[in-house]
């Protein structure tokens, strides 16, 4: 997996043994992978989904993972068999907050989770998720809004646990570096860590 920078890395590390030793929640508008099937182009290319969803991931683990869709009625489509325990999918770029994006097993744990409207994720480690194609998203405080104006957002990752904004010290609204809380105060508050991850596997 590529590496964060140093600093990023002992930040985020802090942020995941606080988390793990009680300041979970409760015991992810963008940045919720919810594999939507709305508005899908049956037009577009397995090929061109498959590039897609690769750009949202780093090369080192877009090119091994599986790649996933869902049809119109809402179905799995495997576009392509994976080895690494990642799943990148291809979104929709014309419907806000169904970007592409690479999770692994813990994320889509978390993200079958949300999608069910369960009180809270039963992932059992933090997950991690790519967006590193950017994303839409419409509200960095309410988990379920679908109402609010799009926003952009650039290249970033993430990682999925019940963080407490007051236990981490990190902000809670939307920023363009550095770090954030999304939906803090829920037990879906998750880490946005804007940019790419620096580094090699």
């Not at 813990?106 to 950017?134: C, E, R």
């Not at 419409?138 to 957002?153: A, K, L």
């Amino acid at each position: 997996m590529i590496r964060p920078t140093a600093k990023t890395a002992a930040l985020v590390a802090a942020i995941v043994v606080v988390a793990i030793i009680g300041t979970r929640l409760g015991s992810h508008a963008e940045s919720k992978p919810t594999h939507r099937a709305s508005g899908v182009d049956t037009s577009e290319t397995t090929e061109t989904k498959i590039e897609r969803a690769m750009s949202a991931g780093p090369p080192e683990i877009a090119r091994s993972a599986k790649i996933i869709e869902k049809d119109a009625q809402g179905h799995v489509v495997v576009l392509r068999e994976g080895s690494n325990g990642f799943t990148c999918m291809p979104g929709n770029p014309n419907v806000i907050g169904d970007p592409a994006m690479c999770a692994d097993g813990p994320s889509m744990q978390w993200a079958a989770d949300f999608a069910a409207h369960k009180t809270k994720p039963t992932n059992t480690v933090p997950g991690i998720t790519y967006m590193l194609a950017g994303a839409t998203q419409r509200s960095d405080s309410d988990p379920y809004d679908q109402t609010s104006p799009g926003i952009t957002v650039p290249p970033h990752w993430m990682i999925m646990w019940a963080f407490d904004a007051k236990a981490t010290g990190l902000p809670t609204t939307h920023r363009d570096t550095g770090a954030y809380i999304m939906w803090a105060g829920s037990p879906y508050a998750h880490v946005h860590v804007m940019g790419r991850p620096a580094g090699n596997q």
